[in-house]
Each structure stands twice: as C-alpha cells, then as structure tokens.
C-alpha cells in the first residue's frame, strides 16, 4: 500500500524529486532500489502518475480535506484514506460550513453525555468530532478509512 499525502509542489520518490505543478508526496518506501519494478515506476512518473501507481499497488491518501479526498476520490484511482488527529484539530479550525458542522455536533454530543469533567468532555468530543471526519471521507472513498489515535491516551 503506497499512502499519498497530497502537496502542490512535487512528487518525492526515492532517489527522485520531479517538479510538476499538483502532485503528490509519496510515503512509501517503495520500490525500493533493488525491486525489479523501480524502474518502471520511474519511467512512469512522467505520464499518469496515480495511473501508474494505482497499477501495482493500493492507493491510499493522507489528509483531512474534503476538497482534496474529493478530487483524488473522482481519479477512481484511490481506495482508502487514513487521517490522524492533527487533520482532526486541523477540520476544527478550518472555518469551513461542513467543518463546522462536524465540530458543533461534536461538541453538542460530547455536552449531552455527560461524561464528567471538562477535560472528559474535550475528550469525548475530539472522539466523536474524529468519527464524524471519517464517517464524512467514508462517503467519497470506497475503501477503508482509517483514523490513528494515540494509544497511550
């Protein structure tokens, strides 16, 4: 599974930076120099980049924008999305209409619970703010979506 964090400056392979005007930045170790398919991902990134990814291997994207799980998900090329409590917090101050939605019900929810203290109750809605981000991106990606969460918390 190759995970693509979507950037508009340049797609990082490795041993290869190519200036394109929006691609991606790859998280992958993958192909490792020795593999026997290196050199025909290589050759590849000049054309259809996500094409010839989605080609060998399961594509999944890194992030918490809906305008930009959007336009990867209409590719057909992306499977999966995985988001992390950083693009979470992010979604909570991102000002837009759906984002704040996400967050009022979040906070609404956590309220009405009644779990406790203030800190159980931050808690609660960070909880419930991170599913209703991934219940959101499960609508526009087919696959999985995961969400990390640290588990010492």
Same mark, same amino acid.
């Given at each position: 599974?190759?995970?693509?964090?979507?950037?508009?400056?340049?797609?990082?392979?490795?041993?290869?930076?190519?200036?394109?005007?929006?691609?991606?930045?790859?998280?992958?170790?993958? =192909?490792?120099?020795? @593999?026997?398919?290196?050199?025909?991902?290589? !050759?590849?990134?000049? *054309?259809?980049?996500? %094409? &010839?990814?989605?080609?060998?291997?399961?594509?999944?994207?890194?992030?918490?924008?809906?305008?930009?799980?959007?336009?990867?998900?209409?590719?057909?090329?992306?499977?999966?999305?995985?988001?992390? =409590?950083?693009?979470? @917090?992010?979604?909570?101050?991102?000002?837009? !209409?759906?984002?704040? *939605?996400?967050?009022? %019900? &979040?906070?609404?929810?956590?309220?009405?619970?009644?779990?406790?203290?203030?800190?159980?109750?931050?808690?609660?809605?960070?909880?419930?703010?991170?599913?209703?981000?991934?219940?959101?991106?499960?609508?526009?990606?087919?696959?999985?979506?995961?969400?990390?969460?640290?588990?010492?918390?």
């Amino acid at each position: 599974i190759v995970s693509l964090v979507p950037s508009t400056s340049f797609l990082q392979l490795p041993g290869q930076i190519s200036k394109n005007q929006r691609c991606l930045h790859l998280r992958s170790q993958y =192909p490792h120099r020795d @593999s026997p398919h290196r050199n025909t991902l290589l !050759a590849a990134v000049a *054309g259809s980049q996500l %094409e &010839a990814l989605a080609g060998m291997t399961t594509l999944s994207i890194d992030t918490g924008d809906l305008d930009i799980l959007s336009e990867y998900a209409a590719t057909g090329f992306i499977t999966d999305a995985t988001t992390n =409590p950083v693009f979470v @917090s992010q979604a909570a101050f991102n000002g837009d !209409a759906r984002y704040v *939605g996400f967050v009022d %019900e &979040a906070v609404t929810y956590a309220r009405n619970e009644g779990v406790g203290g203030e800190a159980e109750t931050v808690d609660l809605a960070m909880d419930r703010l991170a599913v209703n981000l991934g219940a959101e991106i499960s609508k526009l990606i087919p696959g999985y979506v995961s969400t990390e969460v640290d588990i010492r918390e």
